[in-house]
Antibody, heavy 116, light 107 residues
Framework: EVQLVESGGGLIQPGGSLRLSCAAS????????MIWVRQAPGKGLEWVSV???????YYTDSVKGRFIMSRDSAKNTLFLQMDSLRAEDTAVYYC??????????WGQGALVTVSS | SYVLTQPPSVSVAPGKTARIPCGGK??????VHWYQQKPGQAPVLVIS???DRPSGIPERLSGSNSGNTATLTISRVEAGDEADYYC???????????FGGGTKLTV
């Protein structure tokens, strides 16, 4: 059974940093397509960053230069380092995985609130 | 960049058929995936590669894709189908994932 468990969310002041983790079981993060998707309150899904099985990483324009996606094969965990956080980054952040660019497993989400 | 367009809302009476469109330029040449999201829950994949149903998804849900529109069809709609539905593709020109804006299905 595949499980993705996010952690690391919380309340942070504008300009601050947070690191989200997505601990995976039942899949190997090193060889799987994985994505961070966020959902602002009352809004739709927005992809934030995606890593392809070959290691290529893409970021949506609004987070380029501020967020870094990485993976730790030994811990089988995906990370999202978020710096210079802004109020508009407030959202539930989901990690998801797929064998291709279709995401059939999702975590429960981690709430990030950026506010002073 | 590639854009997927969905109506904000679709309403349907119980027992009827709901059709949720997802528009995109020549979307028929791409593989479309659909996700269902109920309030307070993570999205769930309900249709992959235009019309494939993952294990556990009822046969009442089906998908089609042609021309400039992909469609998620829900037959014999039940109250439990009330949710937000999102389409998603991979745009080979940009090598990026694209989500539609989502459609709220009201039963």
């Amino acid at each position: 059974e595949v499980q993705l468990v996010e952690s690391g969310g919380g309340l942070i002041q504008p300009g601050g940093s947070l690191r989200l983790s997505c601990a995976a079981s039942g899949i190997t993060v090193r060889t799987t397509y994985m994505i961070w998707v966020r959902q602002a309150p009352g809004k739709g899904l927005e992809w934030v960053s995606v890593i392809y099985s070959g290691g290529t990483i893409y970021y949506t324009d609004s987070v380029k230069g501020r967020f870094i996606m990485s993976r730790d094969s030994a811990k089988n965990t995906l990370f999202l380092q978020m710096d210079s956080l802004r109020a508009e980054d407030t959202a539930v952040y989901y990690c998801a995985s797929g064998s291709g660019l279709v995401f059939d497993y999702w975590g429960q989400g981690a709430l990030v609130t950026v506010s002073s | 960049s590639y854009v997927l367009t969905q109506p904000p809302s679709v309403s349907v009476a119980p027992g009827k058929t709901a059709r949720i469109p997802c528009g995109g330029k020549n979307i028929g040449s791409k593989s479309v995936h659909w996700y269902q999201q109920k309030p307070g829950q993570a999205p769930v994949l309900v249709i992959s590669y235009d019309s494939d149903r993952p294990s556990g998804i009822p046969e009442r849900l089906s998908g089609s894709n042609s021309g400039n529109t992909a469609t998620l069809t829900i037959s014999r709609v039940e109250a439990g189908d009330e949710a937000d539905y999102y389409c998603q593709v991979w745009d080979n020109d940009s090598d990026l994932v694209v989500f539609g804006g989502g459609t709220k299905l009201t039963v």
